[in-house]
């Protein structure tokens, strides 16, 4: 079933699982501005889900790029001028193509710099942006609550996306709270990265930037949980979730969602 | 047995296996000038098949470094000023030691100015260019036929190593087809790209640039369907495929060829 | 029990056993300067052992995240002048905060520019310098020997890590070898970036250099040795040396380590 976006009791199931299927009939293209360290586990979950994933961070190219892409991610890992260059460039081919964007503002609380640039490029207008509690305080200078949260999200007018214990992802209207997920996620490097980049696939396939953010993150916790299964370590679980996002199905999302 | 490179019936399995063994007897040092999603994978794939890589970009080093290596990867994935500057640098060292290399031009279907850049190099002489059929499509400028690909390779005087569905390798007068091979490795990042520094590797210790490259697409192949028996996914598959190649052996190689 | 540094026969298992429950309880902060090729395993290592890994190379924000980070690493590969610059900038900020940091000369052996950066590196004082046998003799400009070794270490009042088909761990005064291992540790990229890594984890938590390098250097050949039991090639051994790097007890440690 089709969801509608100003249906407030939309059937986050229905959407988050049929999501799957059109990733894998569509295959989007989904252009990333992320770091050296998350590049390759990245574009190993997307091209798993179905998506045509690209990388580059050249100025010269970047527009070119975008421009055939359906959405694009930035990511502020290994943050310096040629890569603020590059998410400028990047920025204004997106714009003009009215694609969506998801803003993953990474260890903003570790460096004033980066977040000081995280709050320049919010008011180019994310559709989402995904981070952990961490990053949202030092990002909104707030207290942590799902209160709080919810302000931002509709005082900026955008979806936010909180990973955590429990998830949680808002626009401000709507929230809901993801239980999925696994504790060997936050001990694989570029689980939320990829997580990020998976939010912004589902933005080319959805118009509605709550559902969408909501899908993915649904998506990344239960294959989370699902590779935990037979998982020795993070080291098996982080081969084992690349084989989980490849062969979920519906139904394994409908009977494993714990969202409330 | 060894085959001359005149012979147009070369015996190309007995050829493909034995380098299997050249590789790991003599341990090639091979310089890869690649995109960062790619070094990790590539470095592992020509550890795995007894060779010594080394991966740095910096215009000042790379010399040094192609200077002690026995053959040089140009991939033009994240392409930019500093790494244009290094690839001319590699170069003119490669040039000056008679070193074979390889291009690989990726996605200059994505990008005008790449594929410039791309027929910019391959004025220096490639021994070979490997790349998908969208990639040569847009290189030569021309329709994807073997015709067009024979052509190309006559009139430029290189090989060429074309993967899809089937692999094709030409030099303009000997072209063969390679059906080994799964679709796993189009779900796997940097496959391609770990393909073209095989190939350089391959270059290293066979003066026939055509063979080397079959022997080098015929060995990944063979290596995939290998992997792809006990792979629950893209993620176990490209674990799987490192193994394989660790341990493929002649045997294996004769036996599951399947070219034409 | 905890060991005096003064104490010529300390009781190396005790602590380096030790050791692996202090980094999994205080979760010290590893800010890493490392090459393109190993961020990935570097971080994924240094998160199995429960570390909190950074690796921004940039230099406008790189001072705050070693502010924030209880041990540096340097590592030479990919070596740039924008990495030189970050490296400066890194290494004022630690002294600053008194951190200890190691140094991984890589490949040294294969750039002269590269030895004489890290040569100048040394006199920035670097509590460990972990490197193989053929960099340490680049390095060094000598002979390799164990007396070659011990030496060096003492005129340059540092340790030395020296990593071969035994370790040698030396600080000219105290030298012991450690024959743990595996030949594939050889096969996988980024192995002993990793381990330089795990190097400046255990100075974070253990102020004696020379017992935090043996420690680590105990713990890494530990783990490879438990990772090849069920390894089929180099590929799953470089994800099960993950799990088993999790996984390891003080037990395990204690019975298996091979120290002389």
Redesign the interface.
Known sequence: MRVSATDTHVDVLSTASELLDRLRTRGPGVHCIT???????T??VL??MGCV?????????IG??VS?SDALLVNL??????RREATMTALDAASQRKLPWVLDPV?VD?????ANFARDLIKRGPSVIRLNLAEFAALAETEISPDAAKIYARDHGIVLGLSGETDLVTDGRRTISIANGHSFM?????MGCAGSALVAACLAVEKDAWLATVAAMLILGIAGERAAVN??????F??????????LDQTTIRQMARIS
């Open positions: 770091n050296t360290v998350a590049q390759n586990f574009t190993n091209l798993a994933p690209s990388m580059t961070l050249s100025n010269e190219e070119d790029f055939r890992g290994t943050f310096d001028r040629e260890l570790r460096s004033p710099l980066r936050a001990k694989v490097t570029a998982a020795a370590g993070p080291g098996s982080a081969v084992a979730i690349i084989d989980a996002l490849y062969s």
